[in-house]
């Protein structure tokens, strides 16, 4: 399966826009993420080291999580 950049408003708040808003049952192991912000620009790699949310360093995805979280580059 192809490997997709999904791009984001936010890290947190699980709303649309937010990387951790995008849900884990649409993603791939190895997608990246784009988070545009006014504090910088976040890029992320999904990877299934599940870990404890500690953002901006580690983002994990509110719906269907699985083993999946966002690791910053």
Same mark, same amino acid.
């Given at each position: 399966? +192809?490997?997709?950049? &999904?791009? +984001?408003? +936010?890290?947190?708040?699980?709303?649309?826009?937010? =990387?951790?808003?995008?849900?884990?049952? =649409? =993603?791939?192991?190895?997608?990246?993420?784009?988070?545009?912000?006014?504090?910088?620009?976040?890029?992320?790699?999904?990877?299934?080291? +599940?870990?404890?949310? !500690?953002?901006?360093?580690?983002?994990?995805? !509110?719906? !269907?999580?699985?083993?999946?979280? &966002?690791?910053?580059?």
């Amino acid at each position: 399966m +192809a490997r997709k950049i &999904w791009p +984001a408003m +936010a890290l947190t708040g699980g709303g649309v826009g937010a =990387l951790d808003g995008i849900d884990g049952a =649409l =993603l791939t192991n190895g997608d990246g993420a784009i988070t545009m912000m006014s504090t910088g620009l976040y890029h992320h790699t999904l990877t299934t080291n +599940a870990s404890t949310e !500690n953002s901006p360093l580690v983002i994990v995805p !509110n719906a !269907n999580p699985g083993t999946f979280c &966002w690791e910053l580059l």
